[in-house]
């Protein structure tokens, strides 16, 4: 019988040894067996909390996703303006946190993306994130943009993100995020006029 209150430490356990995993031998060579090995447990024990690898990597995925907008969220938070470039440089720092930029993330984001092509729960996932990261950067545009010209400097807003992520995810060196906000905010403020 498992102890009252494990559940969520046994899963926060497998979800930290799943992004080790995927990190140390990638998606497709990070078995039950061999995340079970690095969290210390036995292979059932994935089993009885996430039903199988499938449902292991929606929380793991879950959790980055809840980590970006956790970090997100309390940037906008601390703002000490209200302006629509505060909160679109909060949402681009929240975008390149250090929970986002790690060697174990950005590989596990780089697997995620690939197997939500063919994963229905994992594709629905992608578009949450999507359509989340395209209506909160419009929302902020359309305070100071007429709406056709917040949606279309919101796409490319987002497009800049994630090609920014993308290219220091595969660079192989280390990401410099202060470029990538840097390169992010000067588009922010070609697209409010300044």
Request: aromatic fraction near 6%; include cysteine; hydrophobic fraction near 45%.
């Amino acid at each position: 019988m498992p102890k009252v209150g494990m559940q969520p430490i046994r899963r926060q356990q497998l979800i930290e040894a799943t992004l080790q995993a995927v990190d140390q031998v990638g998606m497709a060579d990070a078995s039950i067996g061999v995340i079970a090995r690095m969290a210390g447990v036995s292979n059932g024990i994935i089993s009885h909390y996430f039903q199988d690898k499938n449902g292991l990597i929606f929380a793991t995925m879950s959790h980055l996703l809840t980590e970006l907008m956790i970090q997100t969220a309390e940037r906008r938070r601390a703002l000490r303006e209200n302006t629509p470039r505060a909160h679109l440089q909060a949402i681009i720092e929240g975008n390149f946190d250090a929970s986002q930029v790690n060697n174990a993330a950005m590989k596990t984001w780089l697997a995620f993306w690939a197997a939500s092509m063919h994963q229905p729960a994992l594709h629905r996932l992608q578009r949450i994130n999507d359509h989340r990261l395209y209506s909160n950067i419009c929302c902020q545009f359309r305070r100071a943009l007429p709406l056709e010209q917040a949606r279309v400097s919101a796409r490319g807003l987002a497009a800049l993100i994630d090609g920014l992520w993308l290219r220091g995810a595969l660079s192989g060196d280390a990401f410099d995020t202060e470029q990538a906000q840097r390169i992010a905010l000067e588009y922010v403020d070609q697209q409010l006029g300044r």
